[in-house]
């Protein structure tokens, strides 16, 4: 039997007033992704070939975003706002292409995972019409209930709907839907508006699907999991939903977190067996971590490579483009920035490494800075296998320090250094006798006299 296939609807057309933000809603981020982003990887998980997305009017903002982060995603746009099943017809031409699965999702449900999806999917291939994935809870107040009736989902009511004792109900509409595609056309056209709203609400086609005999039915989700955001402060709840599971995760994966609620992951982070981070790191998207590395407290990495047994900080900062070899160190208060630290290369103390190559087993004294930048042009800095640079040292780029090459401490290197040289790029020291009380006394003097004369 061929795989089903399967149109992902995504309404992402909602003005997010409540964000209080020129930023549409779901394009806000959680662990570093759009909201929309986490929406259509799940469905892709859960087997979606085909992703809409609904966008609302002036909604090019999202359609950029939804364009960058899948490119064979399509857009439709809802004019007028009249409900949920009138933005899920906006994709009218995309469910008429024919598809054996339709799921309908929100972009601003960003803790959904593909196994509910692929429940629904599941129940759709054993003949069910539609699925509604609902959840549990002690506090159903506010929320629209699923009615049951001979194991079937027979509607959905909405609470100012509902009698007393389906208000009893725990059981509760979640908003995300799987619809036959054979059926999906027919039942929202047949979605009408008599309602206090005028409004063509999507749960309506639960009812009307039963009354024609479909098999309709609910499956449960986690709550956490289609939990919508609405506010700031919704979106930092769901921030801290995500950063709880992924690093419990982590940790079933072999890593230790010493303090994990201190440490914040991206969306791509990968990091490996028996690493170690200490408190209060933070990871930002695009970094990639290898076993048997230990991250000290307070760093920052983004844009990152890090390979086995190599250490970081603490307090060291790792920008895009940062490459660290196998046994490689980044000490405490270092910056590095495009650069490739190779293997058992050390930089250990209060230095900028910049747009260059730290040569394997090189040694960078602390305060050393390759000056990287002349106010229009990046220029690159060579540091050669088992170089030394000598402590607050200044690299003026372009500039090569060749294999086995020393920078004395204290330089300003404006010319390549041959291997295995010995480079000085400072001042010769004076050292005149007296001179030092004789100027101390002077300034003393100064001094009095300014104070005596302020009286």
């Known amino acids: 039997m061929s795989p089903r296939t399967c149109l992902s609807i995504i309404l992402a057309a909602g003005e997010g007033t409540r964000m209080k933000s020129a930023l549409p809603k779901v394009l806000h981020p959680v662990a570093g992704l759009p909201m929309v982003a986490h929406v259509i990887k799940a469905t892709r998980q859960a087997g979606a070939g085909d992703v809409a997305v609904v966008v609302g009017h002036g909604g090019e903002q999202v359609r950029k975003a939804v364009a960058g982060l899948a490119s064979s995603a399509s857009?439709?746009?809802?004019?007028?706002?009249?409900?949920?099943?009138?933005?899920?017809?906006?994709?009218?031409?995309?469910?008429?292409?024919?598809?054996?699965?339709?799921?309908?999702?929100?972009?601003?449900?960003?803790?959904?995972?593909?196994?509910?999806?692929?429940?629904?999917?599941?129940?759709?291939?054993?003949?069910?019409?539609?699925?509604?994935?609902?959840?549990?809870?002690?506090?159903?107040?506010?929320?629209?209930?699923?009615?049951?009736?001979?194991?079937?989902?027979?509607?959905?009511?909405?609470?100012?709907?509902?009698?007393?004792?389906?208000?009893?109900?725990?059981?509760?509409?979640?908003?995300?839907?799987?619809?036959?595609?054979?059926?999906?056309?027919?039942?929202?056209?047949?979605?009408?508006?008599?309602?206090?709203?005028?409004?063509?609400?999507?749960?309506?086609?639960?009812?009307?699907?039963?009354?024609?005999?479909?098999?309709?039915?609910?499956?449960?989700?986690?709550?956490?999991?289609?939990?919508?955001?609405?506010?700031?402060?919704?979106?930092?709840?769901?921030?801290?939903?995500?950063?709880?599971?992924?690093?419990?995760?982590?940790?079933?994966?072999?890593?230790?977190?010493?303090?994990?609620?201190?440490?914040?992951?991206?969306?791509?982070?990968?990091?490996?067996?028996?690493?170690?981070?200490?408190?209060?790191?933070?990871?930002?998207?695009?970094?990639?971590?290898?076993?048997?590395?230990?991250?000290?407290?307070?760093?920052?990495?983004?844009?990152?490579?890090?390979?086995?047994?190599?250490?970081i900080g603490p307090f060291a900062r790792l920008r895009p483009g940062a490459d660290l070899h196998e046994k490689a160190k980044v000490g405490n208060f270092c910056e590095v920035k495009n650069a490739t630290i190779e293997k058992g290369a050390k930089v250990n103390h209060l230095t900028y490494i910049g747009d260059a190559r730290v040569g394997a087993e090189a040694n960078i004294g602390a305060g050393t800075i390759t000056c990287n930048y002349d106010g229009f042009s990046k220029f690159h800095t060579d540091i050669g296998a088992g170089a030394f640079v000598g402590s607050n040292s200044s690299l003026v780029a372009p500039v090569s320090i060749g294999d086995g090459g020393y920078v004395a401490s204290g330089s300003v290197i404006t010319e390549s250094v041959p291997a295995d040289a010995l480079a000085f790029g400072r001042a010769r020291q004076k050292t005149i006798p007296g001179k030092g009380r004789e100027l101390r006394e002077r300034l003393a003097d100064a001094a009095a006299a300014k104070k005596a004369a302020a009286k």
Request: hydrophobic share 45%.
């Open 75 to 311: 857009t439709f746009e809802q004019v007028e706002r009249l409900g949920t099943a009138h933005a899920v017809l906006a994709a009218r031409e995309a469910i008429a292409r024919g598809y054996d699965d339709v799921l309908v999702m929100f972009g601003d449900t960003p803790l959904i995972t593909p196994e509910p999806l692929q429940a629904a999917r599941e129940r759709l291939a054993h003949g069910a019409a539609v699925v509604v994935i609902g959840f549990r809870t002690d506090a159903p107040t506010g929320y629209g209930r699923l009615i049951e009736e001979g194991g079937k989902l027979a509607a959905i009511r909405e609470e100012k709907d509902s009698t007393d004792e389906e208000r009893k109900i725990t059981f509760c509409n979640g908003g995300l839907m799987a619809i036959a595609g054979q059926h999906a056309l027919a039942l929202l056209d047949k979605v009408g508006n008599a309602n206090a709203k005028a409004e063509y609400y999507l749960t309506d086609i639960v009812e009307i699907a039963a009354q024609e005999g479909l098999d309709v039915a609910a499956i449960e989700a986690p709550f956490e999991s289609l939990l919508g955001i609405n506010n700031r402060a919704e979106l930092a709840n769901a921030e801290g939903i995500w950063q709880k599971r992924r690093r419990r995760e982590a940790m079933l994966a072999g890593v230790t977190l010493i303090a994990p609620d201190t440490v914040y992951f991206s969306h791509d982070t990968e990091i490996g067996a028996d690493t170690v981070v200490e408190p209060n790191v933070w990871f930002g998207p695009g970094v990639t971590v290898a076993s048997d590395v230990v991250i000290h407290a307070f760093s920052h990495i983004e844009g990152a490579k890090v390979a086995a047994n190599s250490q």
